[in-house]
């Protein structure tokens, strides 16, 4: 059997902001191919290790591998050709207000500095048909765009240099459930079409049953429960309980089991 590579590697991670413990002693792998959700209560610190496997934190103790590389003791070159390997959708989308959809999605290619304007106006529209907007709405600005849209323009920029690794950070958020299910399988297919890793953090029940093969639960600053979905829910934490246990998660965990039959 082939070698299923490591793509992140965190080791004994703390984080805290001044005498504000946020995480403490977490250790987790990514490994290749592979989409690990992460969960917890607001103030859990999901956030937090999300930006610290971004390199955007530095850990107060603690390592953090990404492709085999400590991002936190980089070099300028090796972290920019890491970051160029990965991909990122923020909650809001984060477009640029003042670009319009071209513009956002020319952006991290531009910022390469070895594409000519016609290679660059090529890929633009080559990743707005992978997330299938029309061409037209090309130059439309971001005020002018539907939530569902933001959405989609914003996968197309965090694709734009193809990366093996792709961040999302609450990718439903704000959608309406037909543009939340409508979104949920485009990210099926380019998943499965790019052979991505993803990381991911939602409150969204429906989207981490969709998407996760591994759910890493953050409570008490620390991962109580690593594993598939029916590991993680078998767990007596009074989180997990909670969580797992609601009538909206109950008929999310009843629609996943229908569709397995």
């Known amino acids: ?111 390469l500095h070895t594409l000519n304007e016609d290679i660059i106006n090529d890929l633009v529209m080559l990743k707005l048909k992978m997330v299938e907007i029309e061409i037209e709405h090309a130059n439309k600005m971001p005020s ?14 965090a694709m734009a240099l193809d990366p093996e690794l792709l961040f999302l950070d609450e990718p439903t958020a704000g959608l309406d459930p037909v543009l939340s299910d409508s979104f949920v399988k485009l990210i099926q297919t380019l998943r499965t079409e790019l052979a991505l890793t993803i990381v991911m953090t939602t409150h969204d029940l429906d989207t981490l049953v969709a998407l996760s093969d591994r759910i890493a639960v953050l409570a008490d600053q620390q991962i109580v429960a690593i594993g598939n979905l029916t590991e993680v829910t078998s767990s007596n934490h009074p989180f997990i309980k909670h969580y797992f246990g609601g009538d909206r998660s109950l008929r999310a965990l009843a629609n996943i089991e229908k569709r397995s039959l």
Request: net charge positive; hydrophobic share 40%; glycine share 10%.
């Open 1 to 111: 059997m082939p070698k299923i590579e490591t793509i992140i590697k965190i080791e004994g991670l703390h984080a805290n902001f001044g005498t504000h413990v946020v995480l403490k002693n977490i250790d987790l792998n990514v490994v290749q191919g592979e989409v690990l959700t992460l969960v917890g209560s607001s103030g859990s610190g999901k956030t937090v290790l999300l930006r610290h496997m971004l390199g955007l934190e530095t850990p107060t103790q603690g390592t953090i591998n990404v492709f085999n590389q400590p991002i936190h003791n980089s070099d300028h070159i090796k972290l920019q050709n890491m970051r160029n390997r990965s991909g990122v959708l923020f909650q809001n989308g984060a477009l640029f207000s003042a670009l319009s959809v071209y513009d956002n999605i020319a952006l991290p290619l531009r910022e």
């Open 144 to 157: 002018e765009l539907s939530g569902g849209m933001v959405k989609r323009i914003a996968l197309a920029r």
